[in-house]
């Protein structure tokens, strides 16, 4: 594993316990301010701050349970490509979904440029 993959392997955790938390603090720090998001109907969003708000504490039902399984990390330098599926588990309900994140290092730190969602 190299250093890159190291560096969002923990990132990516980081994500997986954000979302139980939910600790939207991770997200406002990890999103870059125009990251593109591509919503499960194939949408282009650039919607940190939906993100950043549905992470609130007390906003509607949160996970019991998120693991991540298939995970990819493709390191590029300066960018790392990560492929994963995740299952995630609530008090009413389950899904699976498949990520693609693209990471981008600047200023010395890592964010999420864009990713994209699909059943």
């Known amino acids: ?11 990516e955790e980081r994500l997986r316990l954000a979302e139980l938390g939910p600790d939207p603090n991770f997200f406002e720090e990890v999103l870059a301010d125009d990251a ?3 919503s499960q109907g194939g949408q282009p969003l650039f919607a940190k701050s939906k993100v ?3 992470h ?6 949160k996970f019991t ?10 390191d590029h330098g300066v960018a ?5 599926q995740g299952t995630y588990e609530g008090p009413q ?16 730190r890592w964010q999420i ?7």
């Open 65 to 74: 349970r998120v693991e991540m399984s298939d995970m990819r990390i493709l």
């Open 36 to 38: 593109v998001l591509v």
């Open 56 to 61: 609130q504490p007390g906003k509607g039902p």
């Open 80 to 84: 790392a490509i990560v492929t994963c």
């Open 1 to 11: 594993m190299s250093a890159v993959q190291g560096e969002i392997a923990a990132l």
């Open 93 to 108: 309900s389950s899904a699976t979904l498949k990520f693609m994140r693209v990471w981008l290092k600047k200023n010395n």
């Open 113 to 119: 440029v864009a990713a994209s969602v699909s059943n």
């Open 52 to 54: 950043v708000e549905a």
